[in-house]
């Protein structure tokens, strides 16, 4: 998906009508009487060769109190800032109201790319209203009729060169992930972040953990709104900074509950978005709270960040207000290395976003995470290596068939990869796999880092199994009978 686009307007303009033409199916209700959409409803949508996320909004209405509809517009508000790109319809039978005024100065605020577009503008009906939306200031409005399926194609001309824009954008902060190993010999290390190309780190946790606390420590000043409120920060923010002498780009995310207590749609965009700040990082800290450690939503983020594939820190803190540290300490080790064996070896440290302390062991964890993630092994090493791993530990031997591990080369970095051709490799246990891996980790200090090991099948190669038997020339004279001497 390339792009975000979010559909607002009045109640009763026809977004949802709009929204169902976009997405091909009819996921949202239509209906005459205005108010019928109270939630956001996103969908994969299509338009010629694009694909993009549609969201479909409640209807935008002239009310800021806590009432029903003052909680869906501050919905519908948060949907356009976190979207790429706003398309704001109008009727262009009922031509532009007050309240479209109203909101096409708040859309100016809040969103970069804002497009106009005049619905129901089928016949000439609608003539009237279409250059009435010039008086908007938001550029030439698009003739749609989303019923008719009119005025597709121009939009989908203005929306083109915008996703290639915000494709661009992406490609620039994408991390460099599955880097494919080109030199079998070669052990280079990890690219240096620079200050054009800085390390990518993402924080992220449950909500109030303090992470962006920590971040502002980080930075050296309050870039980050902060507060004992759970839940200040709705969306990814990423800072700038020169940590310790190391150039970084640091992501602040939205705090992630339990999925059953995300009911808050503002809270689901905001996870959404955690998730793809995870995606745009190198190398992921995990930040636990100390008093409330390990809690299932912290398990499901950390699994989430070595299923993605990056480096992960383990960083727990308001480490202050512990009393006993040692056999707090003790008791976290455990807890991680029990729950988490996915990550086993990743670093732990212990941080006070408060105070500043444990900043330099948390600045030591991430470059150190950061390296193992990068790490190159020789082809020669992996082979002496496989050879004394399947001594000390043969592989088993399923119906009788014993499996040879034939040969072993590390195929990508970043994570590492590795490929291990054998025979039967679809007898092998996850078990025995598994053994190979904590080796790995052990044997080539690559604690914590996600590794990837994969198994091809490379069957019976000997040469000469498919040659018609036969006796060799030397021996060919003395196949006849013997002649019985007499």
């Not at 935008?60 to 517009?73: A, C, F, I, K, P």
């Not at 000439?124 to 908007?136: I, K, M, P, T, Y």
């Amino acid at each position: 998906m390339s792009f975000t686009l979010a559909i607002v307007g009045r109640p009763n303009v026809g977004k949802s009508t709009l929204f169902n033409r976009l997405v091909g199916r009819k996921l949202a209700l239509v209906d005459d009487q205005p108010g019928v959409t109270r939630d956001l409803r996103e969908g994969e949508a299509r338009l010629g060769d694009l694909r993009f996320i549609a969201i479909d909004s409640a209807g935008l209405e002239d009310v800021t109190d806590d009432s029903l509809r003052g909680r869906m517009r501050r919905l519908t508000e948060r949907a356009v800032e976190l979207a790429d790109v706003c398309l704001f319809v109008i009727d262009a039978r009922a031509g532009v109201t007050a309240q479209d005024r109203t909101f096409a100065d708040i859309l100016r605020k809040k969103n970069a790319h804002v497009i106009l577009a005049a619905n129901k503008a089928e016949g000439n009906a609608g003539e009237a209203g279409v250059l009435d939306a010039w008086s908007l200031g938001l550029g030439e409005p698009v003739r749609l009729s989303a019923e008719h399926g009119e005025g597709m194609d121009e939009l989908y001309h203005i929306l083109r060169p915008i996703a290639e824009a915000v494709a661009a954008k992406a490609a620039l902060h994408a991390p460099e992930v599955d880097v494919e190993v080109t030199d079998e010999t070669a052990e280079d290390g990890p690219r240096k972040p620079t200050k054009e190309r800085p390390l990518q780190i993402a924080v992220i946790g449950r909500p109030n953990s303090g992470k962006s606390t920590l971040i502002n420590k980080i930075v050296g000043e309050e870039r980050l709104l902060t507060g004992p409120e759970a839940g200040i920060t709705r969306d990814a923010i990423s800072v700038t900074a020169d940590y310790l002498g190391t150039p970084m780009r640091i992501f602040d995310t939205a705090g992630m509950r339990k999925r059953a207590k995300v009911v808050d749609k503002l809270e689901k965009l905001s996870v959404a978005d955690a998730l793809r700040a995870v995606r745009f990082a190198e190398v992921v800290v995990v930040l636990l709270d100390a008093g409330i450690p390990f809690e299932q939503q912290d398990l499901r983020i950390a699994d989430f960040a070595e299923t993605e594939g990056r480096a992960v820190v383990v960083a727990v803190n308001k480490w202050d207000l512990e009393e006993d540290k040692t056999e707090k300490l003790k008791e976290l080790r455990e807890a991680f290395e029990r729950l988490l064996p996915q990550l086993k070896g990743a670093p732990l440290v212990t941080v006070s976003a408060k105070t500043g302390r444990g900043l330099d062991r948390l600045h030591a964890a991430i470059l150190k995470a950061y390296d193992v993630w990068n790490r190159r092994i020789t082809t020669a090493k992996l082979n002496q290596w496989l050879t004394a791993m399947t001594e000390a530990h043969p592989p088993p031997a399923p119906g009788g068939r014993r499996i040879k591990l034939r040969y072993m080369t590390q195929v990508k970095t970043r994570p590492p990869a590795f490929v291990v051709m054998c025979t039967h490799a679809d007898k092998l246990p996850e078990s025995y796999s598994r053994y190979l891996v904590n080796g790995l980790r052990t044997d080539f200090e690559m604690p914590g880092t996600p590794v990837r090991l994969t198994f091809r099948d490379q069957g019976d190669k000997n040469p000469f199994k498919d040659r018609k038997k036969s006796t060799p020339s030397r021996l060919r004279k003395h196949t006849g009978n013997p002649v019985k001497r007499t």
